[in-house]
DNA sequence: ACCTGAACACCGTTCAAGT
DNA sequence: ACCTGAACACCGTTCAAGT
């Protein structure tokens, strides 16, 4: 065994500790998983990461914008599902590794990457909410204003990972309520 | 200079703890927010704290109940406002103290008894929307449904202290929707 | 350029000992 | 019963030193 893994390609070295993070924030939450924990998943020492990445944070970002890249095509290509059954794909992928959106939101205060992140996710949602709901014959101004509305109902449903009963009749209702489906 | 403040009535420096950590949260957040920097604006040693609480989630939640036990009383007696002014005077109740309801959502799964506080806080505003939804015409199953709705907009409008422009719009709109006020 | 060992400052929490 | 000093185990992060 090398002393260091100079041989392993450095994209597959960053790639195994975004996938480290990734399912210690999971099975953990963002401040239990110790940097220890998510180096040893990747087979480096802690002190490494912080070679490819600026601090916590910004591992965190990296896992997301991995989740996001992800999830976003997925959900583009359920052309034949219902609205309520691409939004529920989305929360399940987005949620179901640990209550990360929780966290993004609880340490916006802290970290200006996160906020941006954040804001960014923001804009993206909004925008594919605009443009189902203009798709439903929803004149743009309300489709815009009730975009904002349903994004906080998504956040919420990601926020309450313990409420998974009714989440499929939640977002019915509210897209009923706006004239989406 | 006693050695400890024995004469100092105890309830008066359960408060004094209370009152500090309330303090420090908000112009930190709880992460940031050291026990020995709560100690010393109450004027104890760290150790003292936990004669008091359990951990620093308990000391959480008595500052949540707290601020809670100051809030509701007023915006009841908001008897001529209307809706969206109660809810807005909540809003601001809530969240000015830092961003704690983001905290309590990340520190859910780590914390029995926060998940406790936070589930009677939904229940809690649920029956309130729900009581004035039914006041306002609407039937019993539907305000129920629609109650859900609008913790969740109330939730992500606390959640994004910075997005405060458009926060009386926004629950005006949601309010339009359900057909109140 | 990439990685490590060892250290730094700090944290929440515990506990034996004091009054 | 109430409070403290001193310690514990751990944390994210830094940095000089190695290859």
Redesign the pocket.
């Known amino acids: 065994m090398p ?4 041989d ?1 390609d ?1 994209k597959e ?1 960053k790639q195994a500790i975004i996938e480290s993070a990734g399912s210690v924030f999971a099975e953990k939450d963002f401040d239990s ?5 998510i180096a040893k998943g990747a087979g ?5 990461i ?3 990445f600026e ?3 910004d591992l965190l970002i990296a896992v997301l914008n991995q989740q996001m890249s992800k999830v976003m095509p997925e959900v583009m290509a359920m052309r034949t599902a219902s609205p309520t059954q691409r939004i529920l794909h989305m929360i399940d992928a987005v949620e179901s590794p640990g209550a990360l959106m929780n966290t993004v939101h609880a340490r916006i205060s802290r970290s200006d990457a996160l906020r941006t992140w954040h804001d960014n996710f923001h804009r993206m949602i909004e925008q594919i909410l605009v443009f189902e709901a203009t798709q439903h014959g929803i004149e743009p101004a309300k489709a815009v204003s009730y975009s904002r509305l349903l994004v906080y109902v998504i956040e919420g449903l990601i926020s309450h990972p313990h409420e998974t009963e009714s989440r499929e009749e939640t977002i019915d209702q509210m897209l009923a309520l706006v004239g989406i489906q």
Chains 1, 2 share one sequence.
Do not use: C, E
Not at 33 to 37: F, G, I, T
């Open positions: 002393r260091n893994n100079r392993i450095q070295k998983a110790s940097m220890a924990a480096v020492t802690p002190n490494t912080y070679w490819y601090n916590k944070d």
